[in-house]
């Protein structure tokens, strides 16, 4: 939270996940023909918001803050 | 089933666990070691969400409303990923004000106003008391399907006194152990160690406990997940349960459903308790918010399997399909294991549920009321400190009897999960006044509390009273009709809003009332001073602990002032505020007037144990609370915010400064260094222009004054005379050369022309000179022609000086010179050696510089040698930068000394080159290949 970097990319997943969890997607996950795949599609998206968080809060304590830029890969 | 006796035995040792671990973790505590010390533990304690609410209710609910519970769960997730923001900050500002709960936070975000705190406790007790009642439910439910199976678990209760009622010892033993570890510190915004730590152990019981039934199911019951999927594909109406067309509401619901979760995961009062007073670092915020969200997922993993093959395999009772799923199987320790951990979802949240609400009913209900009247008024003497933590544990007693009431008079009519999302829905009232308030300083008090008690009765009448009405206390007609038959105020459809679920119902319109009327009355309100400035807090537009101690105006005396502390936190908390730094001496008079640092940090221990308001009514009353009029504060306010901005904009110019005069320094110290040089260059210039001209002008004076002199003598004189004055030209014409090179205005006129005859010709110039001087030269000139491109004149100035160079230098003793001329790729090169000392590596490069020649020329002067300008070099350096080419020192191949070597490009074809060639610059490593 220190590096303005870090802030947008956190408020960049929250939006991510505001869209994941909203109707528009929901209702094309749900409206999958014969057997809805709602459920499998929650949990996909869901473990790939957590993945990401991961990712993006314990990253940061083992790197300096010189290396923070470079790794916009 | 199995033996009635064994469950209880089990379970009552499960709770004497409990207590041991509490007991241990409040020992580590003291120790200093603290066991929840870890981001971990803060995560396992947050999961003290998932109650027996999420243990049996979420197969209930997947069972009937297919995927809907999932939303209960996403929520969170959703309040996790901002927690870096939002929990962040109430984290700050908690510990900085040492609040106690919820109904302190927004008590202490408007002013520390005791109504609004009162009114947030009220609202809490009355919302969340089902929720406490929907645990011990659980628990005897759980029982009586554990003890009656196969039989129905019908009410156990019609039948029962509650004596014999174990929800009801379940209560009584829960209220003694949080007596004893909710309860230790008179402080309450003190951590509650143990009890954190027995509440992260039980997470991992009930997730442990959740994932075994779940896995049996799966995999015992089932052959894995697609033998289960692939059963319940066969059933349409199964499959149709997955979808989304069975959330109550649809998309809408979805959104409601995921809002509410959302706001009640921030705003119910245990979480608040777990996530911020609780909090013991607010880096563990990082951790926790993913491993949180993880936690939900995997204990969630396996409730729609179970929700199926509960269905698939005969119905009952869905909310208890966690029970009797492994009970059908005839299997015993498995069942038992589930039991403990229902009870470990049930237990944990009615141990933190309770300690906040009784922190909120002692320090927000109580304590101003006691506070207010006469009997305890301050002209009595004696000790209110037990008083307080009384208080507190009858508050415990009362919350886990008044559960235990609702319990046994309506619990059995409701379904679990109807009453999880009622007392969500109530908890969500607080959002609008918490969540706007870190956010915005115009929100005021007033309008908090009208948005807050507007939003309180709309939910009440559009969940809590048709709760009522369908557990058969009252007529339900009302709801279909509405109240004396006016059809706009129907409960489910406020308004005429038809078809909506009605939790999504009640959300809006409760929280459009509670809004609205939150920014609506705050934008015509003036707020108090001390609303203002702790507005300016939370919010952060101002430093904490900034104004507070400035804006005191009210006037105490130490003596006062510790006789209230004594009073109420027992002297040895006072003399800890006393103590504290910057140390107050004893021996200051008591009647001398208290500081206003010392002030505000009694008022904050106060407010650490009885909640802020009640904490400012006492200081207030000893310090008569002259606040300073709104004037002060607004201006104070706005000078700090706009001073914040200054700063921030200062600091940024500051930093600019600083690199620019960074920039500055160096290149004064560079200037510096030149304008030294410069110097030393004149005086070295003056010194070796005067050496000629004085003997010139003494061998002058003797012709002049001695015409007698014989002529032999004379022509001596005259020689010499002629000599000096050549030199004086030479050395003048080097300065200007040198004075060119360096300010580029250096013509040279290049020609292709060929190096090797070049050499030779200025070995033969030189040749005699040297070997007068007794230097031997040797030459090896390898190519038959060297075409290069270069001035025929300057090119044989800088060979005649190389040679006279490493003649100079060469050894005393047989001095030897070798040159030799080289092809190497498409360059070549001329090398000058000699046998003399040579020349350090880290020398290498100053000897280009004109000054270190001055060295260099006093130790040749001193071997006795001919003496040059000095100048030599770096001409020769220069001269050969311009026609493209280097001019380095390495070691010698051959000879021990050093060795001269001069690189110049091959000239191209016939074609004559630009003469713009660039500088070389001269190469740092080389390889050592360069001389054969």
Redesign the interface.
């Known amino acids: 939270?220190n590096t303005p970097r870090r802030k947008e990319r956190?408020v960049a997943?929250?939006v991510l996940?505001?869209l994941l969890?909203?109707?528009p997607l929901?209702?094309i996950a749900?409206?999958a023909d014969?057997?809805?795949r709602?459920?499998p599609y929650?949990?996909l998206a869901?473990?790939t918001?957590?993945a990401l968080?991961?990712w993006l809060?314990?990253r940061r304590d083992e790197e300096g803050r010189g290396r923070g830029r470079s790794d916009g890969r | 089933m199995t033996g009635g006796p064994t469950v209880v035995v089990l379970a009552f040792g499960y709770l004497a666990l409990l207590f041991v671990i509490a007991a241990w973790g409040d020992r580590r505590a003291a120790q200093g070691r603290s066991l929840i010390g870890s981001p971990t533990v803060y995560a396992l304690s947050i999961a003290v969400y998932c109650t027996a609410w999420t243990f049996y209710g979420s197969v209930g609910r997947a069972a009937q409303f297919g995927p809907s519970f999932l939303l209960i769960y996403l929520g969170p997730t959703l309040a996790m990923l901002m927690a870096p923001f939002v929990i962040g900050k109430m984290v700050r500002i908690a510990r900085a004000q040492r609040i106690t709960s919820i109904a302190d936070f927004i008590s202490a975000r408007y002013g520390k106003s005791s109504s609004l705190g009162a009114l947030v406790a009220l609202i809490a007790l009355i919302g969340i008391t089902p929720y406490i009642a929907l645990q011990l439910k659980a628990i005897t439910v759980s029982h009586a399907v554990l003890v009656n199976y196969p039989q129905a678990a019908d009410l156990p209760l019609a039948d029962e006194r509650f004596w014999t009622d174990r929800s009801f010892w379940v209560a009584l033993v829960l209220a003694v152990f949080i007596i004893l570890f909710g309860t230790r510190h008179l402080d309450a915004s003190e951590r509650h160690e143990g009890m954190v730590a027995a509440i992260a152990f039980e997470s991992l019981v009930k997730l442990a406990a959740f994932l075994a039934v779940g896995s049996f199911t799966v995999f015992v019951l089932f052959n894995g997940p697609a033998d289960l999927f692939a059963q319940a594909g066969e059933h349409p109406e199964l499959t149709r349960l997955l979808s989304l067309a069975s959330v109550p509401g649809g998309a809408l619901g979805w959104v409601g459903m995921l809002v509410l979760a959302f706001l009640a995961f921030l705003t119910l009062p245990r979480q608040f308790q777990v996530l911020v007073v609780e909090n013991v670092d607010e880096r563990h915020i990082k951790r926790a918010s993913w491993l949180f969200p993880l936690y939900l997922l995997v204990i969630n993993l396996f409730v729609i399997p179970i929700a199926l093959a509960g269905l698939l395999l005969g119905g009952g009772d869905s909310d208890s399909f966690v029970l009797t799923l492994p009970l059908s199987a005839g299997l015993e320790a498995l069942p038992l294991l589930v039991f403990i951990g229902g009870l470990s979802a049930a237990t944990g949240m009615m141990i933190v549920e309770t300690i906040a609400l009784s922190t909120m009913v002692s320090n927000q209900l109580v304590m101003p009321l006691l506070l207010r009247s006469e009997r305890l008024h301050l002209g009595t003497r004696g000790e209110l400190a037990g008083w307080l933590l009384g208080i507190r544990r009858v508050s415990i007693l009362g919350i886990l009897l008044l559960g235990y009431l609702y319990h046994a008079l309506i619990g059995e009519t409701y379904s679990l999960v109807t009453i999880g999302l009622v007392s969500f829905a109530a908890a969500c009232q607080f959002a609008p006044a918490l969540l706007i308030g870190l956010y915005w300083r115009g929100a005021r008090g007033r309008g908090a509390a009208l948005g807050m008690s507007a939003g309180f009765l709309v939910w009440a009448w559009t969940l809590l009273i048709p709760g009522f009405a369908q557990s058969g206390w009252l007529d339900p007609g009302f709801l279909e009709r509405g109240p004396w038959g006016i059809a706009w105020l129907r409960p489910y459809a406020l308004f005429g809003l038809e078809g909506w679920d009605i939790y999504t119902h009640s959300l809006l319109w409760s929280l459009v009332a509670n809004v609205g009327l939150l920014v609506g009355v705050s934008l015509f309100t003036r707020p108090s001073a001390l609303e203002q400035t702790q507005a300016a807090l939370f919010t952060e537009t101002m430093p904490q602990g900034l104004v507070p101690a400035s804006l005191w105006q009210g006037q105490t005396t130490r003596g006062e002032l510790r006789a209230l502390l004594d009073r109420y936190l027992g002297e040895a908390a006072s003399r800890r505020v006393f103590a504290a730094p910057p140390p107050e001496s004893d021996e200051v008079d008591d009647d001398q007037p208290a500081p206003a640092a010392l002030t505000l940090r009694a008022e904050q221990a106060l407010a650490g144990s009885l909640g802020s308001a009640s904490a400012r009514v006492l200081i207030d009353s000893v310090a008569g609370g002259e606040a300073p009029d709104l004037e002060t504060v607004l201006r104070i306010l706005d000078t700090t915010s706009e001073t914040l901005e200054m700063n921030r904009r200062l600091e940024q110019q500051s930093r600019e400064l600083a690199r620019a005069s960074e920039e500055l320094r160096a290149a004064n110290a560079r200037l510096r260094e030149l304008d030294r040089l410069k110097d030393e260059f004149v005086a070295m210039v003056s010194h070796e222009l005067r050496t000629p001209l004085t003997s010139i002008r003494a061998f002058a004076e003797i012709l002049r004054d001695n015409r007698a002199l014989p002529d032999e003598k004379r022509e001596h004189f005259l020689d010499v005379v002629v000599r000096e004055s050549q030199r004086l030209s030479r050395l003048i014409e080097e300065i200007l050369d040198l004075a060119r090179l360096e300010s580029g205005r250096l013509t040279l006129s290049p020609t292709r022309l060929d190096l090797a005859a070049l050499t030779r010709q200025s070995v033969e110039a030189v040749q005699r000179l040297q070997e007068d001087r007794g230097v031997s030269l040797e030459v090896a000139i390898e190519p038959e022609t060297a075409w290069v491109v270069g001035d025929a004149d300057r090119l044989e100035q800088v060979i005649i000086n190389l040679l006279d160079n490493a003649g100079k230098f060469a050894a005393d003793d047989d001095p030897r010179v070798l040159l030799r001329l080289a092809r190497h790729k498409t360059h070549y090169r001329l090398a000058v050696e000699d046998n003399g000392p040579g020349i350090a590596p880290d020398e290498r490069e100053r000897v280009f510089e004109k000054f270190h020649q001055i060295q260099h020329r006093e130790s040749g002067e001193s071997r006795g040698r001919p003496r040059g300008s000095g100048l030599g070099l770096p001409i020769s350096r220069g001269i050969v930068a311009h026609l493209g080419g280097r001019l380095w020192i390495e070691d010698a191949a051959q000879l021990d000394g050093a060795c001269l070597v001069m690189e110049l490009p091959e000239a191209p074809a016939e074609a004559p080159a630009s003469t713009d060639a660039p500088d070389g610059a001269p190469p740092e490593d080389r390889d050592a290949g360069a001389a054969p």
């Open positions: 939270m956190l997943l929250i996940a505001a969890f909203s109707p929901v209702l749900s409206s014969g057997t809805s709602l459920v929650v949990f869901w473990g918001l957590i968080m991961a809060m314990e």
